[in-house]
């Protein structure tokens, strides 16, 4: 977004702007929002002679437009709607450069006085669009991701911008679209999954009256974030809002697994069972159902991961960040959550064991 006043110095740096980012390999499909547009009449007006003539600048240029555009002078009630009534000047008085140029701009003063005494008329080319953001007229300039990561791409913005153009103290630029929606979303989505995770140690500590075993099952959840990290990175995906609510999702349903693995050791050593055969005998018994819930999970979400339809690209990092995600999640939760299990369980034997302090007699 580059911020200026002047339309003919927005559009010469978004075209500067554009040549130099379209030579970027972090960034594709470089356009400009600015273009050329269509010929219009344009008029400059000469200030000293407004006020000599006694007149308001603002008061000459609505009664132009007025004459040529037309002025709604009221309104005519059609049966559930009213068409506006507008009066201006016939099409014989308006037609060429020269008969605006002629235009009465003080009728009713005494002496005529045309327009063509006090401004300058001339055919110009005007611009496609005036955009406007918190009251500064602005240029665009589009692109996406080549290939890297949003971070990446900022930079190499920022870089060549820097670098390669002199900017005047009047005009900036600000790297705003997918860069600012981050920003902004980052703080609240943190939350957001600070919370998650929060919620579910709460629900799993309520459900297994320990502290211990929840903290085991949580590990589940880092082992989700890698995953995901090491698949958007081999699909060349970027973090986004929506990669983020993937995560959050993440964090909810990857701890499925760990829950029914550990609930089922405690049960086995609930009836006696030794530590170490308890989790080996779990994760046997355990296996089945972990992996047919996580291929029903990732065969759900994989027509999404396709990106089929409209909407696609809001589907498709969500659906891939949950798959990979899970996958990897799952794999390391037989893995790991067993060795944990069996490491915090040994310490804790350890722990409340008491010695015998029985004499023989």
């Known amino acids: 977004q580059i911020n200026g006043e002047d339309l003919g110095e927005l559009k010469g740096f978004s075209d500067e702007t554009t040549l130099i980012l379209s030579k970027s390999s972090e960034l594709a499909d470089v356009e400009p929002t600015l273009r050329s547009g269509a010929p219009e009449v344009q008029i400059s007006y000469d200030r000293h002679q407004i006020m000599r003539h006694g007149l308001n600048i603002n008061s000459v240029a609505n009664q132009v437009r007025d004459m040529v555009k037309g002025a709604e002078a009221t309104r005519l009630n059609r049966r559930d709607r009213r068409v506006p009534i507008m009066v201006r000047l016939s099409e014989q008085d308006r037609e060429e450069v020269g008969d605006i140029g002629k235009l009465i701009i003080n009728p009713g003063r005494?002496?005529?006085?045309?327009?063509?005494?006090?401004?300058?008329?001339?055919?110009?080319?005007?611009?496609?669009?005036?955009?406007?953001?918190?009251?500064?007229?602005v240029a665009l300039v589009q692109a996406n991701i080549g290939g890297g990561s949003l971070g990446a791409s900022v930079a190499a913005v920022q870089s060549l911008l820097n670098e390669k153009m002199i900017w005047p103290d009047y005009m900036d630029f600000v790297i705003t679209g997918q860069n600012q929606e981050w920003k902004r979303s980052r703080s609240s989505l943190y939350l957001a999954l600070g919370l998650s995770v929060f919620l579910v140690f709460v629900i799993m500590a309520s459900q297994f009256e320990s502290l211990i075993q929840p903290f085991i099952i949580m590990f589940t959840i880092p082992m989700a974030f890698v995953g995901t990290v090491v698949g958007l990175k081999l699909l060349n995906m970027n973090l986004s809002v929506v990669v983020f609510l993937g995560l959050i999702m993440l964090a909810g349903i990857v701890v499925n697994n760990a829950i029914v693995l550990v609930d089922y050791t405690n049960t086995l050593r609930g009836r006696g069972m030794a530590l170490k055969q308890s989790i080996v005998k779990a994760c046997h018994v355990r296996l089945r159902p972990i992996l047919m819930t996580t291929a029903t999970t990732v065969l759900g979400l994989f027509p999404m991961a396709l990106g089929l339809g409209d909407g696609a690209e809001i589907r498709t990092p969500m659906a891939i960040t949950v798959i990979c995600g899970l996958l990897t999640s799952t794999f390391l939760t037989l893995l790991i959550i067993p060795t944990i299990y069996y490491i915090l369980g040994r310490a804790g034997e350890r722990f409340f064991q008491t010695p015998d302090t029985t004499e023989s007699v």
């Open 110 to 137: 005494g002496t005529p006085l045309p327009l063509n005494a006090i401004a300058d008329m001339s055919v110009g080319e005007g611009p496609s669009e005036i955009r406007r953001i918190d009251g500064k007229r």
